[in-house]
């Protein structure tokens, strides 16, 4: 049995305009609901998403940061990944969803 490591979402707004979340532990079909369930503030106009501690992402987290992409863009709000780990940056790559999301620089 693999360990799982419970998501954690923390809701920042480091400037006017702009939410920061940051998120720990796994992103999957067990934790999705929590992200795709947050209430972001109104006004926002962009979205920066710190997957830094995210240990595991599956193919439901994957789908659930596209919806928060999309989100965004309805919401007139640009989304952008302002820092990940090589294993997130090795999935983007390879789903070709480095296309989709704007990523920090190797």
Do not use: N
């Not at 106009?45 to 309805?74: K, M």
Request: charged content about 25%.
């Amino acid at each position: 049995m693999l360990d799982k490591t419970p998501l954690s979402i923390g809701v920042e707004t480091p400037e006017p305009e702009v939410v920061r979340l940051v998120l720990d532990g796994d992103l999957d079909y067990e934790t999705v609901s929590e992200l795709t369930g947050l209430t972001l503030p109104d006004g926002y106009r962009r979205l920066d998403a710190d997957l830094s501690g995210v240990t595991f992402l599956d193919s439901s987290g994957l789908a659930a940061l596209i919806r928060l992409h999309r989100r965004a863009e309805q919401d007139g709000a640009a989304m952008r990944v302002v820092a990940l780990t090589p294993y997130l940056r090795d999935v983007l790559r390879m789903t070709a969803m480095d296309r989709l999301f704007a990523l920090p620089p190797d």
